[in-house]
């Protein structure tokens, strides 16, 4: 478990990270979301004691990582594929790790067939592709075969067979009870892998909690209705009181009733639906919506080729931490 | 710390550059010894002796790749961003620095020791008669020791300014420009100028006009400069983010 209590830093008049604090259980795959600039890296780099706090700390399983007598047997991280050196080989870039703490070479060997770069392991990592580099940090991470694992965006650079490999490896270390804590801008991987998320913006926390929870959380959900008769569907709903919103052509997103109201309503004004469907915003979407107040750099929406995105229905009156807010 | 130490020497012996630039001193010694050879066997009057320090003089071309080697240590892992790993998998970061300062000044050392036997051998076999007494021996530890003590304050250097190229050109312009125009404007400066007090060490016949310190005091200040430096360094990378 990974447990962050104030984490502060500031860089001169810039608070990255303000006062954070959140816990990553073991068992799960923890997602952790935030905008550009939100402070993840930092955190990350906090959280493997790499950056110092200006308040607050971090315990994994209870202890700093300078406590631990062999780290890597106990932590395992990935903070970017490109840490390494381009004239020194695959194998002994994880040799000079592993002996670091008093690990066998032949875990050097295993590690490099659970990524699939045995075949690659005496070649110089400066001519590894991104997607090479990445398999090798993960290779570096699992050297100890530890409980615990902090990954910063492990699927860049990975081609979707790669990506389909990480999202099964991470989920077979968290349902092998390991603690699992890993940053994505991936946000359709992120609500395929992870369980949890920590969700930050400009430093602070936005929510913690399970997915579902999060999702739940901005409570998007509405009703997609085609029909040949759809002003007048819309009209009743209008004057039931449901939220209408035009949804292209020949459709409209209904929010408020039920399929199943609006299917009773539709029936008792003789229409026939052409389409009747319940929708849930994504995950993509919740967290575009809970972080816009928090983003540091946004594009020109206004800029030569780019188009605004449609409106979603407009969000409940509700705030954006879910239940499980610290 | 043995287990510092090993990953330590994997780092150092896999990476090209550091290989290169090892070898580099040694060699370059061991070409201007024969060249110095050469030239001191045309001048060698009858009845005069060579003595092991009359060819040892390309030891300030050595100096100058070793205290490359000296950032190059520290440096290459900030400019790659290997450091973080380093002190994810170790974050006791002063015992790390310990293990990287003994691997780099033991195999300086080495290899200084190597070139500098190079040197007697080539000496024995191109002059006659080729001496080595007592204060050959002094150059020979003192070289030694010397070229340990420049790659340790390379690698200070390299600590606290974190940019293997800038530090390098402080390193060496500190200690082939700046020092001479120094000593240059004021001789009272030139017994605080560590270089060129640390390298009275290493030469056969030091300054006796007392305007450098003797081989022995200027060893010594050279190494209080060179391990406070080398400090400075440690301190901050232990401090500063990785």
């Not at chain 1, 926390?205 to 819309?234: C, E, H, N």
């Not at chain 2, 390193?171 to 125009?181: G, H, S």
Request: charged share 15%; glycine share 10%; aromatic share 6%.
């Amino acid at each position: 478990m990974i447990e962050a209590r104030g984490l502060t830093k500031r860089y001169g008049p810039t608070t990255a990270v303000d006062d954070l604090s959140f816990r990553v259980e073991s068992g799960r795959v923890t997602g952790f979301l935030g905008p550009n600039g939100a402070g993840k890296s930092t955190t990350m780099r906090m959280c493997l004691d790499l950056d110092r706090a200006d308040a607050g700390a971090v315990r994994i399983d209870g202890k700093r990582l300078i406590d631990f007598p062999k780290p890597m047997r106990s932590v395992g991280a990935l903070l970017d594929a490109g840490y390494l050196h381009p004239t020194r080989k695959a194998k002994e870039h994880l040799w000079a790790l592993a002996a670091s703490n008093g690990l066998p070479k032949k875990r050097v060997d295993h590690v490099l067939g659970l990524v699939g770069l045995r075949e690659v392991a005496n070649k110089r990592v400066g001519s590894f592709s991104l997607g090479m580099k990445q398999r090798l940090g993960l290779a570096a991470s699992m050297l100890g075969d530890p409980q615990t694992l902090v990954f910063d965006e492990p699927a860049n650079g990975l081609d979707p067979e790669g990506i389909l490999w990480i999202r099964n490896f991470l989920k077979g270390l968290a349902s092998e009870g390991r603690t699992v804590f890993v940053s994505s801008h991936l946000l359709s991987e992120m609500a395929l892998i992870a369980d949890d998320l920590v969700v930050i913006g400009k430093g602070a926390l936005i929510f913690q909690g399970p997915v579902d929870a999060f999702v739940d959380s901005a409570a998007k959900k509405w009703v997609t209705v085609r029909s040949p008769q759809l002003q007048q569907i819309g009209d009743a709903l209008h004057n039931g009181g449901a939220q209408v919103v035009a949804a292209g052509p020949g459709a409209i997103d209904v929010v408020g009733p039920t399929a199943a109201q609006i299917g009773e309503l539709a029936a008792s004004l003789g229409a026939t639906l052409h389409e009747l469907s319940p929708r849930t915003a994504s995950l993509e979407d919740v967290f575009l919506e809970v972080t816009a107040g928090a983003q540091e750099y946004r594009g020109d929406t206004g800029a030569v080729g780019a188009s605004a995105p449609p409106p979603p229905p407009p969000p409940p009156e509700r705030g954006p931490a879910g239940g499980g807010a610290a | 710390m043995i287990d510092l130490i090993r990953a330590e020497w994997i780092k150092f012996r896999s990476v090209r550059s550091t290989v290169v630039l090892v070898l580099s001193a040694g060699a370059l010694v061991i070409l201007i010894a024969v060249l110095a050879a050469n030239d001191k066997s045309n001048h060698l009057a009858p009845g005069q002796s060579a003595y092991l320090g009359d060819i040892t003089v390309g030891v300030p071309f050595a100096l100058f790749l070793f205290g490359t080697l000296g950032v190059q240590i520290i440096g290459q892992e900030y400019r790659f961003n290997t450091i973080r790993p380093t002190f994810t998998a170790a974050p006791w970061r002063l015992r790390v620095l310990v293990a990287k300062l003994a691997v780099v000044t033991s195999a300086t050392a080495v290899v200084a020791l190597v070139m500098v036997a190079a040197c007697g051998l080539i000496g024995a076999l191109m002059l006659s008669p080729f001496t080595i007494d007592g204060t050959d021996q002094r150059v020979v530890w003192g070289t030694v020791l010397f070229c340990a003590g420049w790659t340790m304050l390379g690698m200070g250097l390299g600590a606290i300014i974190r940019q293997p190229i800038a530090a390098m050109l402080v390193l060496l312009v500190e200690a082939f420009v700046v020092e001479n125009i120094i000593v240059a404007i004021s001789e009272g400066a030139a017994k605080w100028m560590p270089f060129v007090n640390g390298i009275q060490m290493t030469v056969r016949d030091p300054d006796e006009s007392g305007m450098f310190r003797s081989p022995l005091n200027g060893g010594i200040y050279f190494f209080v400069i060179a391990t406070v430096i080398w400090v400075i360094g440690a301190v901050l990378a232990t401090k500063r983010d990785a």
